[in-house]
């Protein structure tokens, strides 16, 4: 099974920050990557499908880029509204694997 | 407007059974397929299962294979996980999600969850 990790697990950030999480697959996994955003006692929320499409909705501050086993989230200018948790999301293959969450917290 | 409604979590006991329903509305919903994600308390997500539109192919979870099976009736635009055998560990809330059509299938929309509580 693929193993997905995500740095950092926790992360301090102010509003307007420039921000990047990280994700790692642990074999590669062409572009097959999705980003999540959840909020506590929320589901998840798509941001990012196929590694750096932006899903209809979501904000242009939030980009992602990767391709193989390397993978980021990049969020350009940190609104309140952003301190949730983020997940990545392998769709390469069955069985499929999240990484462990980044949670983005107010400084 | 794609919904999807989860329910008939509850508190059953180790060893129990207990079959989960997700019912579907706003987008034809033999034509995606659709998995299970469970969340345990103060924990990640974990993908559980998923099954294709219609039902001919279906994938686990090491950790629920031989214990839960999805199915679905899309005459009645309703996914289900039957689960088995149930273990304190399968404590979460267990969300419906649907795939997108594309370049990749990933999960585009999802439930807003169902409890499951396994406990003596």
Redesign the interface.
């Known amino acids: 099974a693929i193993q997905m990790t995500q740095s950092p697990s926790s992360l301090s950030a102010s509003v307007g920050d420039r921000v990047t999480i990280t994700c790692r697959a642990s074999q590669g996994i062409r572009n097959d990557l999705a980003w999540y955003q959840q909020k506590p006692g929320k589901a998840p929320k798509l941001l990012i499908y196929a590694a750096s499409s932006l899903q209809s909705g979501v904000p242009s501050r939030f980009s992602g880029s990767g391709s193989g086993t390397d993978f980021t989230l990049t969020i350009s200018s940190l609104q309140p509204e952003d301190f949730a948790t983020y997940y990545c999301l392998q769709d390469y293959i069955y069985p499929r694997s999240f990484g462990q969450g980044t949670k983005l917290e107010i400084k | 407007e794609v919904q999807l409604l989860e329910s008939g979590g509850g508190l059953v006991q180790p060893g129990g059974s207990l079959r989960i329903s997700c019912v579907a509305s706003g987008f034809t919903f033999s034509s995606y397929a659709m998995?299970w994600?469970r969340q345990g308390p103060g924990k990640?997500?974990?993908?559980v299962s998923?099954i294709s539109g219609s039902g001919g192919a279906t994938?686990?979870?090491?950790s629920v294979k031989g214990r839960f099976t999805i199915s679905r009736d899309n005459s009645k635009n309703t996914l289900f996980l039957q689960m088995n055998s149930l273990r304190v560990e399968d404590t979460a809330v267990y969300?419906c999600a649907k795939h997108?059509v594309?370049?990749?299938?990933?999960?585009?929309?999802?439930?807003?969850?169902t409890l499951v509580t396994v406990s003596s």
């Open positions: 998995s994600v990640g997500l974990e993908w998923t994938y686990y979870a090491d969300y997108r594309g370049p990749t299938d990933t999960l585009d929309y999802w439930g807003q969850g």
